[in-house]
Protein backbone atom coordinates (compact mmCIF):
# COMPACT_ATOMS: atom_id res chain seq x y z
CA UNK A 1 0.00 0.00 0.00
CA UNK A 2 1.27 3.82 -1.07
CA UNK A 3 0.03 6.41 0.49
CA UNK A 4 -0.15 8.19 -2.49
CA UNK A 5 -4.46 8.59 -2.25
CA UNK A 6 -4.28 8.82 1.25
CA UNK A 7 -6.50 11.68 1.26
CA UNK A 8 -9.42 9.79 -1.20
CA UNK A 9 -11.57 7.71 0.05
CA UNK A 10 -13.25 4.71 -2.09
CA UNK A 11 -15.94 6.24 -4.55
CA UNK A 12 -19.02 4.63 -4.04
CA UNK A 13 -23.06 5.76 -5.70
CA UNK A 14 -24.69 8.39 -3.33
CA UNK A 15 -27.61 9.32 -5.95
CA UNK A 16 -27.49 12.70 -7.55
CA UNK A 17 -28.15 14.84 -4.96
CA UNK A 18 -25.36 14.24 -2.50
CA UNK A 19 -22.92 17.37 -2.07
CA UNK A 20 -19.78 14.67 -1.37
CA UNK A 21 -16.98 15.30 -3.92
CA UNK A 22 -15.79 11.78 -3.86
CA UNK A 23 -19.10 10.13 -4.78
CA UNK A 24 -21.05 8.96 -7.92
CA UNK A 25 -23.94 11.02 -8.90
CA UNK A 26 -25.26 8.74 -11.90
CA UNK A 27 -22.86 5.84 -12.25
CA UNK A 28 -24.04 2.89 -9.82
CA UNK A 29 -22.36 0.19 -11.46
CA UNK A 30 -25.08 -2.36 -10.57
CA UNK A 31 -27.93 -0.74 -11.63
CA UNK A 32 -29.78 -2.33 -14.79
CA UNK A 33 -29.98 -0.82 -18.08
CA UNK A 34 -32.47 -3.28 -20.21
CA UNK A 35 -31.01 -6.92 -19.38
CA UNK A 36 -27.28 -5.25 -18.64
CA UNK A 37 -25.61 -3.40 -15.77
CA UNK A 38 -24.22 -0.17 -15.98
CA UNK A 39 -21.12 -1.46 -15.38
CA UNK A 40 -20.94 -3.91 -18.10
CA UNK A 41 -22.68 -1.65 -20.79
CA UNK A 42 -19.85 1.11 -20.02
CA UNK A 43 -16.87 -1.03 -19.30
CA UNK A 44 -14.73 1.79 -18.43
CA UNK A 45 -10.87 1.42 -18.46
CA UNK A 46 -8.47 3.81 -17.27
CA UNK A 47 -5.43 5.18 -19.83
CA UNK A 48 -2.36 4.34 -18.03
CA UNK A 49 -0.03 6.86 -20.00
CA UNK A 50 -1.85 9.99 -18.74
CA UNK A 51 -2.39 9.38 -15.21
CA UNK A 52 0.59 7.90 -14.34
CA UNK A 53 3.14 8.32 -17.00
CA UNK A 54 2.43 11.86 -17.76
CA UNK A 55 4.39 14.58 -16.29
CA UNK A 56 2.30 17.78 -16.94
CA UNK A 57 4.27 19.21 -20.15
CA UNK A 58 3.20 21.40 -22.63
CA UNK A 59 5.11 23.00 -25.44
CA UNK A 60 5.78 26.04 -23.34
CA UNK A 61 7.35 24.16 -20.09
CA UNK A 62 8.08 20.70 -18.80
CA UNK A 63 7.19 18.45 -16.30
CA UNK A 64 4.60 20.18 -13.56
CA UNK A 65 3.66 16.93 -11.80
CA UNK A 66 5.98 15.67 -9.19
CA UNK A 67 5.08 12.29 -8.56
CA UNK A 68 7.23 9.49 -6.07
CA UNK A 69 7.27 7.33 -9.20
CA UNK A 70 9.18 9.13 -11.83
CA UNK A 71 12.69 7.92 -10.93
CA UNK A 72 13.17 6.17 -14.44
CA UNK A 73 14.25 2.70 -12.75
CA UNK A 74 12.59 -0.76 -12.05
CA UNK A 75 12.06 0.38 -8.74
CA UNK A 76 9.46 3.39 -9.84
CA UNK A 77 8.13 1.19 -12.25
CA UNK A 78 6.95 -0.67 -9.28
CA UNK A 79 5.55 1.96 -7.29
CA UNK A 80 3.49 3.61 -10.04
CA UNK A 81 2.06 -0.07 -10.47
CA UNK A 82 0.98 -0.21 -7.26
CA UNK A 83 -0.52 3.43 -7.12
CA UNK A 84 -1.77 2.81 -10.90
CA UNK A 85 -4.23 -0.56 -9.15
CA UNK A 86 -4.94 1.67 -6.08
CA UNK A 87 -6.83 4.24 -8.28
CA UNK A 88 -8.51 1.71 -10.06
CA UNK A 89 -10.04 0.41 -6.87
CA UNK A 90 -10.48 3.76 -5.66
CA UNK A 91 -12.27 4.36 -8.76
CA UNK A 92 -13.96 0.37 -9.29
CA UNK A 93 -12.71 0.77 -12.57
CA UNK A 94 -13.09 -2.53 -14.16
CA UNK A 95 -10.70 -2.10 -16.81
CA UNK A 96 -7.32 -0.33 -17.65
CA UNK A 97 -4.77 -0.05 -20.71
CA UNK A 98 -1.16 0.64 -21.24
CA UNK A 99 1.57 0.75 -23.91
CA UNK A 100 4.54 -0.95 -22.63
CA UNK A 101 6.63 2.52 -22.24
CA UNK A 102 4.23 3.45 -19.52
CA UNK A 103 4.82 0.66 -17.08
CA UNK A 104 8.30 -0.12 -17.83
CA UNK A 105 11.70 1.99 -18.17
CA UNK A 106 13.38 1.97 -21.59
CA UNK A 107 16.08 -0.33 -21.57
CA UNK A 108 19.96 -0.06 -23.04
CA UNK A 109 18.46 -2.95 -25.36
CA UNK A 110 15.71 -4.36 -27.07
CA UNK A 111 16.26 -7.04 -24.87
CA UNK A 112 16.34 -5.58 -21.50
CA UNK A 113 13.29 -3.59 -22.82
CA UNK A 114 11.27 -6.53 -23.08
CA UNK A 115 12.97 -8.16 -20.07
CA UNK A 116 11.37 -5.45 -18.19
CA UNK A 117 8.16 -5.10 -19.84
CA UNK A 118 7.79 -9.13 -19.00
CA UNK A 119 8.64 -8.54 -14.81
CA UNK A 120 5.60 -5.66 -14.78
CA UNK A 121 2.99 -8.00 -16.62
CA UNK A 122 4.20 -10.34 -14.11
CA UNK A 123 3.14 -7.87 -11.42
CA UNK A 124 -0.03 -6.80 -13.31
CA UNK A 125 -1.19 -10.32 -13.36
CA UNK A 126 -1.29 -10.91 -9.61
CA UNK A 127 -2.72 -7.34 -9.14
CA UNK A 128 -5.22 -8.14 -11.55
CA UNK A 129 -5.74 -11.53 -10.07
CA UNK A 130 -6.23 -10.00 -6.38
CA UNK A 131 -8.51 -7.28 -7.80
CA UNK A 132 -10.27 -7.79 -10.31
CA UNK A 133 -9.41 -5.39 -12.52
CA UNK A 134 -8.76 -6.21 -16.48
CA UNK A 135 -7.07 -5.67 -19.23
CA UNK A 136 -9.08 -3.35 -21.64
CA UNK A 137 -6.29 -3.42 -24.14
CA UNK A 138 -2.74 -3.60 -24.48
CA UNK A 139 -0.22 -1.49 -27.11
CA UNK A 140 2.67 -0.46 -28.28
CA UNK A 141 4.04 2.98 -28.03
CA UNK A 142 5.89 3.02 -31.58
CA UNK A 143 6.12 7.02 -31.48
CA UNK A 144 7.87 8.49 -28.39
CA UNK A 145 11.03 7.12 -28.73
CA UNK A 146 13.35 9.23 -31.27
CA UNK A 147 13.80 6.13 -33.23
CA UNK A 148 10.44 6.23 -33.94
CA UNK A 149 10.63 10.13 -35.68
CA UNK A 150 10.15 9.24 -38.86
CA UNK A 151 7.32 6.33 -38.22
CA UNK A 152 7.26 2.65 -37.76
CA UNK A 153 5.93 0.19 -40.26
CA UNK A 154 6.09 3.31 -42.39
CA UNK A 155 9.79 4.70 -41.51
CA UNK A 156 12.21 4.76 -45.10
CA UNK A 157 14.73 2.24 -42.63
CA UNK A 158 14.01 -1.62 -42.80
CA UNK A 159 15.48 -1.81 -39.57
CA UNK A 160 13.27 0.70 -37.71
CA UNK A 161 10.12 -1.59 -38.81
CA UNK A 162 11.77 -4.17 -37.38
CA UNK A 163 12.30 -3.02 -34.17
CA UNK A 164 8.83 -1.72 -34.41
CA UNK A 165 7.40 -5.67 -35.10
CA UNK A 166 9.63 -7.15 -33.13
CA UNK A 167 7.77 -4.34 -30.06
CA UNK A 168 4.47 -5.54 -31.32
CA UNK A 169 4.98 -8.87 -30.76
CA UNK A 170 6.23 -8.53 -27.50
CA UNK A 171 3.41 -6.01 -26.38
CA UNK A 172 0.84 -8.43 -28.06
CA UNK A 173 2.06 -11.10 -25.86
CA UNK A 174 2.07 -9.55 -22.57
CA UNK A 175 -1.73 -8.61 -23.88
CA UNK A 176 -2.32 -12.19 -24.10
CA UNK A 177 -0.71 -13.23 -20.77
CA UNK A 178 -2.83 -10.94 -18.98
CA UNK A 179 -6.21 -11.94 -20.64
CA UNK A 180 -6.43 -8.19 -22.71
CA UNK A 181 -9.45 -7.63 -24.29
CA UNK A 182 -8.64 -6.46 -27.42
CA UNK A 183 -4.89 -4.82 -28.84
CA UNK A 184 -4.69 -1.37 -30.05
CA UNK A 185 -3.05 0.28 -32.85
CA UNK A 186 -2.86 4.02 -33.17
CA UNK A 187 -0.56 5.27 -36.12
CA UNK A 188 1.63 7.16 -33.91
CA UNK A 189 3.36 8.87 -36.39
CA UNK A 190 2.73 6.82 -39.35
CA UNK A 191 2.26 9.29 -42.01
CA UNK A 192 4.47 12.24 -42.79
CA UNK A 193 5.68 16.15 -42.61
CA UNK A 194 6.48 16.67 -46.61
CA UNK A 195 6.23 15.01 -49.74
CA UNK A 196 9.52 16.55 -50.62
CA UNK A 197 10.50 13.55 -49.13
CA UNK A 198 8.14 10.76 -48.95
CA UNK A 199 7.36 7.83 -50.79
CA UNK A 200 3.49 7.78 -49.84
CA UNK A 201 2.85 4.45 -51.56
CA UNK A 202 5.97 2.76 -50.96
CA UNK A 203 4.62 3.82 -47.12
CA UNK A 204 1.06 2.69 -47.37
CA UNK A 205 2.34 -0.39 -48.88
CA UNK A 206 4.68 -0.88 -45.85
CA UNK A 207 1.78 -0.25 -43.18
CA UNK A 208 -0.45 -2.87 -44.81
CA UNK A 209 2.32 -5.33 -44.78
CA UNK A 210 2.44 -4.52 -41.01
CA UNK A 211 -0.81 -5.28 -40.42
CA UNK A 212 -0.99 -8.63 -42.32
CA UNK A 213 1.66 -9.70 -40.01
CA UNK A 214 0.14 -8.46 -36.91
CA UNK A 215 -2.90 -10.32 -37.74
CA UNK A 216 -1.34 -13.64 -38.41
CA UNK A 217 0.82 -13.26 -35.18
CA UNK A 218 -2.67 -12.88 -33.46
CA UNK A 219 -4.05 -15.93 -34.71
CA UNK A 220 -0.36 -17.86 -34.30
CA UNK A 221 -0.66 -17.14 -30.76
CA UNK A 222 -4.21 -17.85 -30.20
CA UNK A 223 -5.15 -14.18 -29.03
CA UNK A 224 -8.78 -13.96 -29.19
CA UNK A 225 -9.20 -10.46 -28.76
CA UNK A 226 -9.87 -7.95 -31.59
CA UNK A 227 -7.14 -5.96 -32.95
CA UNK A 228 -8.27 -2.44 -33.51
CA UNK A 229 -6.96 0.93 -35.27
CA UNK A 230 -7.46 4.16 -34.02
CA UNK A 231 -7.99 6.73 -36.43
CA UNK A 232 -6.51 10.69 -36.30
CA UNK A 233 -6.31 12.72 -39.23
CA UNK A 234 -3.03 14.76 -37.95
CA UNK A 235 -0.56 15.40 -34.88
CA UNK A 236 1.79 14.05 -34.43
CA UNK A 237 1.99 14.21 -38.17
CA UNK A 238 1.07 16.91 -40.69
CA UNK A 239 -0.64 13.92 -42.57
CA UNK A 240 -1.50 10.61 -40.49
CA UNK A 241 -2.53 7.49 -43.10
CA UNK A 242 -5.25 6.42 -40.51
CA UNK A 243 -6.81 10.02 -41.78
CA UNK A 244 -10.67 8.80 -40.01
CA UNK A 245 -13.19 5.87 -40.07
CA UNK A 246 -13.89 5.72 -43.73
CA UNK A 247 -9.54 5.92 -44.58
CA UNK A 248 -8.93 3.33 -42.41
CA UNK A 249 -12.08 0.97 -43.95
CA UNK A 250 -10.83 1.79 -47.46
CA UNK A 251 -7.33 0.54 -46.22
CA UNK A 252 -8.60 -2.55 -44.31
CA UNK A 253 -10.34 -3.40 -47.84
CA UNK A 254 -6.88 -2.88 -49.97
CA UNK A 255 -5.16 -5.14 -47.47
CA UNK A 256 -8.32 -7.98 -47.08
CA UNK A 257 -8.55 -7.33 -43.21
CA UNK A 258 -11.86 -5.88 -43.34
CA UNK A 259 -13.26 -9.02 -41.50
CA UNK A 260 -10.10 -8.80 -39.24
CA UNK A 261 -9.54 -5.76 -37.63
CA UNK A 262 -12.12 -2.97 -36.39
CA UNK A 263 -11.49 0.72 -35.05
CA UNK A 264 -11.31 2.17 -31.35
CA UNK A 265 -12.49 5.51 -31.90
CA UNK A 266 -11.55 8.54 -30.28
CA UNK A 267 -13.76 11.20 -29.89
CA UNK A 268 -11.01 13.79 -30.12
CA UNK A 269 -9.68 12.60 -33.34
CA UNK A 270 -12.91 13.04 -34.96
CA UNK A 271 -13.41 16.46 -33.70
CA UNK A 272 -10.13 16.82 -35.64
CA UNK A 273 -10.77 15.14 -38.47
CA UNK A 274 -14.10 17.19 -38.93
CA UNK A 275 -16.38 14.95 -37.65
CA UNK A 276 -18.27 14.13 -34.75
CA UNK A 277 -18.20 11.52 -32.43
CA UNK A 278 -21.34 9.86 -33.58
CA UNK A 279 -20.71 10.13 -37.05
CA UNK A 280 -17.97 7.83 -36.86
CA UNK A 281 -19.28 5.72 -34.56
CA UNK A 282 -22.32 5.35 -36.92
CA UNK A 283 -19.99 5.05 -39.69
CA UNK A 284 -17.77 2.27 -38.12
CA UNK A 285 -21.05 0.32 -37.29
CA UNK A 286 -22.87 0.60 -40.83
CA UNK A 287 -19.44 -0.96 -42.12
CA UNK A 288 -18.96 -3.47 -39.57
CA UNK A 289 -15.83 -2.87 -38.21
CA UNK A 290 -16.70 -0.93 -34.78
CA UNK A 291 -14.75 -1.91 -31.99
CA UNK A 292 -14.33 0.39 -28.64
CA UNK A 293 -13.90 4.22 -27.88
CA UNK A 294 -11.54 6.53 -26.61
CA UNK A 295 -14.19 8.69 -24.33
CA UNK A 296 -11.90 12.02 -24.14
CA UNK A 297 -13.01 15.71 -25.70
CA UNK A 298 -10.62 18.35 -27.13
CA UNK A 299 -11.31 22.02 -26.51
CA UNK A 300 -13.99 23.62 -29.55
CA UNK A 301 -12.00 26.69 -30.10
CA UNK A 302 -8.23 25.78 -29.73
CA UNK A 303 -8.20 23.04 -32.63
CA UNK A 304 -5.47 20.78 -30.66
CA UNK A 305 -5.94 16.97 -29.73
CA UNK A 306 -6.57 18.28 -25.56
CA UNK A 307 -7.67 15.36 -24.84
CA UNK A 308 -9.71 16.14 -22.03
CA UNK A 309 -12.21 14.20 -19.73
CA UNK A 310 -16.03 14.21 -21.02
CA UNK A 311 -18.22 16.60 -19.57
CA UNK A 312 -21.03 17.19 -21.65
CA UNK A 313 -23.78 14.44 -20.78
CA UNK A 314 -25.91 15.76 -24.33
CA UNK A 315 -22.45 14.72 -26.32
CA UNK A 316 -22.05 11.35 -24.59
CA UNK A 317 -25.65 10.72 -24.95
CA UNK A 318 -25.65 10.69 -28.59
CA UNK A 319 -22.37 8.53 -29.11
CA UNK A 320 -23.87 5.93 -26.65
CA UNK A 321 -26.80 5.88 -28.53
CA UNK A 322 -24.90 4.75 -31.86
CA UNK A 323 -23.55 2.23 -29.89
CA UNK A 324 -26.30 0.78 -28.18
CA UNK A 325 -28.40 0.86 -31.49
CA UNK A 326 -25.17 -0.91 -32.74
CA UNK A 327 -26.14 -3.68 -29.92
CA UNK A 328 -23.29 -2.32 -27.36
CA UNK A 329 -20.09 -2.91 -27.19
CA UNK A 330 -18.98 -6.81 -27.18
CA UNK A 331 -14.66 -6.47 -26.77
CA UNK A 332 -14.83 -2.47 -26.83
CA UNK A 333 -15.28 -0.41 -23.78
CA UNK A 334 -15.00 3.63 -22.67
CA UNK A 335 -11.29 3.86 -22.44
CA UNK A 336 -10.35 7.45 -21.01
CA UNK A 337 -7.83 8.75 -22.60
CA UNK A 338 -8.33 11.89 -21.29
CA UNK A 339 -5.52 13.48 -18.98
CA UNK A 340 -5.73 16.55 -16.32
CA UNK A 341 -4.93 19.75 -16.95
CA UNK A 342 -1.03 20.58 -15.73
CA UNK A 343 -2.14 23.15 -12.78
CA UNK A 344 -4.11 19.95 -11.61
CA UNK A 345 -1.15 18.71 -9.03
CA UNK A 346 -3.43 17.02 -6.34
CA UNK A 347 -3.69 13.01 -6.16
CA UNK A 348 -7.27 14.21 -5.35
CA UNK A 349 -7.81 15.83 -9.31
CA UNK A 350 -6.91 12.13 -10.44
CA UNK A 351 -9.69 10.89 -8.74
CA UNK A 352 -12.50 13.49 -9.38
CA UNK A 353 -11.08 13.98 -13.20
CA UNK A 354 -12.64 9.93 -13.86
CA UNK A 355 -15.36 9.78 -10.89
CA UNK A 356 -16.97 12.66 -13.18
CA UNK A 357 -16.07 11.52 -16.54
CA UNK A 358 -18.03 8.18 -15.07
CA UNK A 359 -20.54 10.24 -13.78
CA UNK A 360 -21.11 12.19 -17.43
CA UNK A 361 -20.93 8.73 -18.82
CA UNK A 362 -23.32 7.28 -17.04
CA UNK A 363 -26.12 9.96 -17.81
CA UNK A 364 -25.28 9.86 -21.19
CA UNK A 365 -25.64 6.05 -21.58
CA UNK A 366 -28.95 6.18 -19.48
CA UNK A 367 -30.41 8.72 -21.69
CA UNK A 368 -29.24 7.06 -24.35
CA UNK A 369 -31.09 3.42 -23.47
CA UNK A 370 -33.96 5.90 -22.73
CA UNK A 371 -34.18 7.20 -26.28
CA UNK A 372 -33.93 3.59 -27.76
CA UNK A 373 -36.38 2.30 -25.79
CA UNK A 374 -38.93 5.30 -26.48
CA UNK A 375 -38.20 4.66 -29.98
CA UNK A 376 -38.77 8.12 -31.08
CA UNK A 377 -35.94 8.49 -33.53
CA UNK A 378 -35.83 5.34 -35.07
CA UNK A 379 -39.59 5.60 -35.41
CA UNK A 380 -39.10 9.26 -37.27
CA UNK A 381 -36.04 7.54 -39.44
CA UNK A 382 -37.95 4.79 -40.32
CA UNK A 383 -41.07 7.04 -41.73
CA UNK A 384 -38.96 9.50 -43.73
CA UNK A 385 -37.59 6.08 -45.38
CA UNK A 386 -40.99 4.66 -46.15
CA UNK A 387 -40.97 5.61 -49.70
CA UNK A 388 -38.38 2.33 -50.46
CA UNK A 389 -39.88 0.15 -48.45
CA UNK A 390 -42.02 -0.70 -51.21
CA UNK A 391 -39.91 0.65 -54.15
CA UNK A 392 -37.75 -1.17 -56.42
CA UNK A 393 -36.28 1.64 -58.19
CA UNK A 394 -32.97 1.24 -56.96
CA UNK A 395 -32.38 -2.37 -59.11
CA UNK A 396 -34.18 -0.83 -61.98
CA UNK A 397 -31.81 0.77 -65.41
CA UNK A 398 -31.67 4.66 -66.00
CA UNK A 399 -33.90 3.84 -69.37
CA UNK A 400 -36.78 2.31 -68.21
CA UNK A 401 -37.14 4.96 -65.40
CA UNK A 402 -36.77 7.90 -67.61
CA UNK A 403 -39.58 6.98 -69.82
CA UNK A 404 -41.33 5.91 -66.53
CA UNK A 405 -41.00 9.53 -65.25
CA UNK A 406 -41.13 11.45 -68.45
CA UNK A 407 -44.59 9.78 -69.15
CA UNK A 408 -46.29 10.23 -65.98
CA UNK A 409 -45.92 14.03 -64.76
CA UNK A 410 -44.52 12.96 -61.42
CA UNK A 411 -43.84 15.77 -59.51
CA UNK A 412 -42.37 15.08 -56.48
CA UNK A 413 -42.32 17.08 -53.17
CA UNK A 414 -39.92 17.62 -50.84
CA UNK A 415 -40.88 16.76 -46.85
CA UNK A 416 -39.59 18.60 -43.91
CA UNK A 417 -36.48 17.37 -42.46
CA UNK A 418 -37.82 17.92 -38.91
CA UNK A 419 -33.88 18.57 -37.26
CA UNK A 420 -35.31 21.25 -34.61
CA UNK A 421 -38.68 19.05 -33.45
CA UNK A 422 -35.46 16.05 -33.21
CA UNK A 423 -33.33 18.07 -31.69
CA UNK A 424 -36.61 19.13 -29.28
CA UNK A 425 -36.64 15.30 -28.62
CA UNK A 426 -33.23 14.53 -27.95
CA UNK A 427 -33.46 17.25 -24.93
CA UNK A 428 -36.53 15.61 -23.25
CA UNK A 429 -34.33 12.93 -22.52
CA UNK A 430 -30.80 14.54 -21.42
C1 LIG B 1 -3.11 9.85 -29.36
C2 LIG B 1 -3.89 8.76 -28.77
C3 LIG B 1 -3.08 7.62 -28.29
C4 LIG B 1 -3.75 6.29 -28.43
C5 LIG B 1 -2.89 5.23 -27.87
C6 LIG B 1 -3.24 3.89 -28.35
C7 LIG B 1 -1.34 8.11 -26.75
O1 LIG B 1 -3.85 10.93 -29.74
O2 LIG B 1 -5.08 8.82 -28.69
O3 LIG B 1 -2.71 7.86 -26.95
O4 LIG B 1 -5.02 6.22 -27.84
O5 LIG B 1 -1.60 5.47 -28.26
O6 LIG B 1 -2.15 3.28 -28.81
MG1 LIG C 1 -6.64 7.60 -28.03
Not at 212 to 238: C, D, N, S, W
Not at 292 to 313: A, E, H, K, L
Request: glycine share 10%; charged share 25%.
Amino acid sequence: MTDFFKDCPRIAYEGPDSPNDFAFRHYNPDEMVGDKSLKDHLRFAVAYWHSFAWPGGDPFGGQTFERPWFTDDMAGARMKADVAFEMFEILGAPYFCFHDADVRPEGATFAESEDRLKEITDIFASKMEATGVKLLWGTANLFSHRRFMSGAATNPDPEIYAYAAATVKSCMDATLALGGENYVLWGGREGYETLLNTDLKRERAQAGAFLQRAVEYKHKIGFKGAILIEPKPQEPTKHQYDYDVATVYGFLKEYGLEDEVQVNIEQGHAILAGHSFEHEIALASALGIFGSIDMNRNDYQSGWDTDQFPDNPREVALAYYEILRAGGFTTGGTNFDAKLRRQSLDPADLILAHAGAMDVCARGLKAAAAMLDDGGLEAARQARYAGWDASDIASRDFESIHAQVSGSGLQPEPKSGRQERLENYISRFV
